[in-house]
């Protein structure tokens, strides 16, 4: 059964650029679609965007020019990057990936990382 | 972007009830609509995928059905297991969006 675990920091101050990892155990990265997924304490779920294997991202308009989502099959890790971050972006940081191998994705998110917290504060 | 709006935003039941959850899309997405549980401190678990296909491993008092812009949730005895807070997501478009969560809790 795949399994999924982010890391980073639990704090970053304002305006510095967030950085997470999934790593991605008990399968290959490869055939799949992964995903960053937010949630703000208290509050509801937010799609970050999306990365094949091959290194295709889609991301979320609304993040796009602040957000960069990158893979690497070798370490079977995936990675976030959030630049200019403000309070806003406080959140629990999910990485979560495709039920299935489809290519395009699938958009259903079968399986999920724990999750992170990530505060923004000075 | 695709709104998916939940209704009702909370509700109080007893074990055993049938419960029923709405979720509507703000433009047609077909049978693109998904299902997650989630528990305080965990991840979403997914429930139901495609509008009615019932996830591995999901009990079967969970069902799904719907079309178009509205769907439906139906827990059809409520377990203790089962208080939670669930929300709608539809993989019909980018980017992915979800309702707002309906929490379910103890009456």
């Known amino acids: 059964q795949v399994q999924l675990q982010e890391s980073g920091p639990g704090l970053v101050k304002p305006s510095e650029t967030l950085s997470l990892t999934c790593t991605v155990s008990g399968g290959s990265i490869n055939s799949y679609y992964w995903f960053w997924i937010r949630q703000p304490p208290g509050k509801g779920l937010e799609w970050i965007g999306q990365i094949h294997y091959s290194g295709t991202t889609n991301y979320n308009p609304s993040l796009k020019s602040r957000v960069s989502i990158l893979v690497d099959t070798s370490k079977n890790q995936f990675y976030l990057k959030l630049s200019s971050v403000t309070a806003a972006d406080t959140a629990i940081y999910y990485c979560a990936r495709d ?24 | 972007d695709i709104q998916m709006t939940q209704s009702p935003s909370s509700l109080s039941a007893s074990v055993g009830d049938r419960v029923t959850i709405t979720c509507r899309a703000s433009h047609s997405i077909s049978t693109y609509l998904n299902w997650y549980q989630q528990k305080p401190g965990k991840a979403p678990k997914l429930l139901i995928y495609a509008a009615s296909s019932l996830q591995s491993g999901v009990p079967l008092r969970f069902s799904g059905s719907g079309s178009g812009t509205d769907f439906t949730l139906i827990i059809s005895s409520l377990q203790p297991e089962d208080f939670a807070t669930y929300y709608c997501q539809q993989s019909y478009g980018t980017p992915r969006t979800f309702g707002q969560g309906t929490k379910v809790d103890v009456k």
């Open chain 1, 99 to 122: 039920r299935l191998s489809a290519n395009p994705s699938i958009g259903e998110f079968g399986f999920w990382g724990q999750g992170t917290l990530v505060t923004v504060s000075s």
